[in-house]
């Protein structure tokens, strides 16, 4: 699985837009983006996946470059509940159980 | 609807103790994991099993036994506890469809002294 790269951390103020940046320079054309958050010490919580088009759901939106070698989590109205830290994973999908390597993450701290 | 429980959720031994972290699912997924995380890391994957009767190791299996006993519930196995296992571990279920993601338990607090 390719390897991704975050920031260690970021702030936000509530009610504005939430742009957290992941670099995963080594993507194969098979390698999904999945993005996933832990709040507190809670288990994680998927958020969204993409493979090559932008995403959007309920809770956020993916924009993955042309290029594919990064991509970019889009929370629109950030609320203090989505302080959390953010995980950025690239996974073929399918592959051997759907397993998932986590990295760092980014630590987001949403300021009132 | 319960999704994935963890027990027990807090647990304290003493080096060289046994015991089994228990994780059953509701959702009647395929694939079953075990993870671990330790103090302001992320996640290391232990175990996974993706179908009842089969599991593979992950990143960090050494000290650990995994038991998938049906398709709801795969165990994780502490023969000898060190303190280096002390960590929160979490197990996790997805269904076998390529994009399927994973719902996670609440986690299982352990501390070896």
């Known amino acids: 699985d390719a390897k991704t790269t975050q920031p260690p951390s970021m702030d936000c103020a509530e009610g504005r837009a939430a742009n957290l940046p992941c670099n995963h320079s080594?993507?194969?054309?098979?390698?999904?983006v999945y993005w996933y958050r832990q709040i507190h010490s809670q288990g994680p919580q998927y958020i969204i996946h993409g493979l090559k088009n932008n995403e959007t759901n309920e809770m956020a939106s993916l924009i993955i470059t042309e290029d594919r070698k990064s991509s970019t989590l889009i929370l629109p109205h950030a609320t203090l509940r989505d302080t959390a830290v953010y995980y950025c994973?690239?996974?073929?999908?399918?592959?051997?159980?759907?397993?998932?390597?986590f990295g760092g993450g980014t630590r987001v701290l949403v300021k009132p | 609807n319960a999704g994935v429980t963890q027990t027990p959720k807090f647990q304290v031994l003493k080096t060289g103790q046994s015991m089994t972290l228990q994780c059953a699912q509701d959702?009647?997924?395929?694939?079953m994991y075990w993870y671990r995380q330790d103090p302001g890391m992320g996640l290391r994957l232990i175990y996974y099993?993706?179908?009842?009767?089969?599991?593979d190791k992950g990143e960090v299996p050494n000290g650990y036994n995994v038991s998938r006993l049906n398709k709801r519930e795969f165990s994780l196995r502490l023969e000898s506890a060190a303190p280096s296992q002390t960590s929160v571990y979490f197990c996790a279920s997805s269904e076998n469809v390529p994009t399927g993601e994973l719902f996670f338990g609440e986690g299982s607090r352990l501390t070896v002294l």
């Open positions: 959702m009647n997924h395929n694939s």
């Open positions: 080594t993507i194969s054309g098979n390698e999904y």
């Open positions: 099993s993706a179908s009842e009767g089969t599991t």
């Open positions: 994973i690239v996974r073929v999908a399918g592959a051997a159980g759907n397993k998932l390597t």
